[in-house]
Structures are given as C-alpha cells and as structure tokens.
T-cell receptor, first 116, second 109 residues
C-alpha cells in the first residue's frame, strides 16, 4: 500500500529556534498534502492543505508566518515551525492524497515536537 | 458546512464484547465516508471506507454501512480484541475533508 514517511519522529528544541519536519510519499505522487496538529485529548486539527507548486491554504487561526509549508515536489512537503515556543509542543501529522478529490488520505507516523 | 459527529469516548469493553461506535454526518454533496484508526504513538491508518449509499466497508472484522437515510456510518465489530485498543476517527470528504473528534477505545482482557 501507499506509504508516507515523516522525519524526524521526535524532536526537542529550545524556545526561539526553528524546526523543520519533512513529509514524503514513498511510492506514489501526492497531488495534495495535509498537515495536522493533534492535541493531547486526541482531536485532530487541520492546519493547512498544500498542492505541489502552489502556496498552501491555511485554516482559520493558523499563523502562516509561524508554520511555513513548502510543497516542493509531488513527493515532498515540509513544515517549518519558526521561532518555536513551548505552546507549539504537539504531535504533528502529515498526510498525502493522490489523484482526484475523494481519494483516501495516507497518513505519516507523526512527529512529536517538544519545545523547552 | 459539512460536519462529522462521533460517539464520545472513552469506551471501555471486555475482550470478545460487541462494539459499536456511532458516527453521523452532515454534507451538502455526496461524500465518501471513512474510518481511520490510530494506535498509540502512531499516525492514522485507513480502516475502511465506503463511497456511496448502501456500500459496506469492512476490514479486520470491522464493518460500517453508508446509510444515506440516517446520514450515519456506524462502526461495528462482533468480538473485539485487546489489540483493537486505539483511537478511531470517522471522516468524510465531499471533497473537503472533515474528521470527527475521535473515540478512544480500550479493550480489557
């Protein structure tokens, strides 16, 4: 089946630094990639949707200057958390979708970010 | 807008019990419906899906039927196992994606 990888799986950083998380579709071309943030009580919050070669569409309330998303190719999207603060600590999950709308999303394993 | 409402958890059952996790939706179009499962410390995995009314999705003993008349997609399993302990998400796409809030399931031996 389709595989999506994320790197790193865990990252600990100091407050004020930037962290980049990579999301790759390993065996298919992803026309659309999604970035989610998952809070401790399991709820999944969609942060942004990105299509290859175009700017990401951010959900309301998500700061685009803080969470930079780059979808440089059909197999790679990156999320950069700039000037991270402790409140940015969370589980970040990406997913990828191939083909037309309505096709299932394939999820990465997630990245646990801890900001000290 | 479109929405998905899931049964609130957590749900705790004994092994071999019957499971139902309710999911209802509202959508202006004709959505495809999904159940995803998230095991501890992992990302979400597709469990099953249905793309049109009356379709039944099934996988690993789980089933859900797309009921347009009741706008529901309830997840069922006849006999749960400890390994089924996870968080379950109901979702739709029409074509924008909407996820339910998740239901945590714990199965005790």
């Amino acid at each position: 089946g389709a595989v999506v990888s994320q790197h790193p799986s865990r990252v600990i950083c100091k407050s004020g630094t930037s962290v980049k998380i990579e999301c790759r579709s390993l065996d298919f071309q992803a026309t659309t990639m999604f970035w989610y943030r998952q809070f401790p009580k399991q709820s999944l919050m969609l942060m942004a949707t990105s299509n290859e070669g175009s700017k990401a569409t951010y959900e309301q309330g998500v700061e685009k200057d803080k969470f930079l998303i780059n979808h440089a190719s059909l197999t790679l999207s990156t999320l950069t958390v700039t000037s991270a603060h402790p409140e940015d600590s969370s589980f970040y999950i990406c997913s990828a979708q191939a083909g037309v709308a309505g096709h299932e999303q394939f999820f990465g394993p997630g990245t646990r970010l801890t900001v000290l | 807008g479109d929405s998905v409402t899931q049964m609130e958890g957590p749900v705790t059952l004994s092994e071999e019990a019957f499971l139902t996790i309710n999911c209802t939706y509202t959508a202006t179009g004709y959505p495809s419906l999904f159940w995803y499962v998230q095991y501890p410390g992992e990302g979400l995995q597709l469990l099953l899906k249905a793309t049109k009314a009356d379709d039944k999705g099934s996988n690993k003993g789980f089933e859900a039927t797309y009921r347009k008349e009741t706008t529901s997609f309830h997840l069922e399993k006849g006999s749960v196992q400890v390994s089924d302990s996870a968080v379950y998400f109901c979702a739709l796409t029409a074509p924008s994606w909407v996820f339910g809030q998740g239901t945590r399931l714990t199965i005790n031996p």
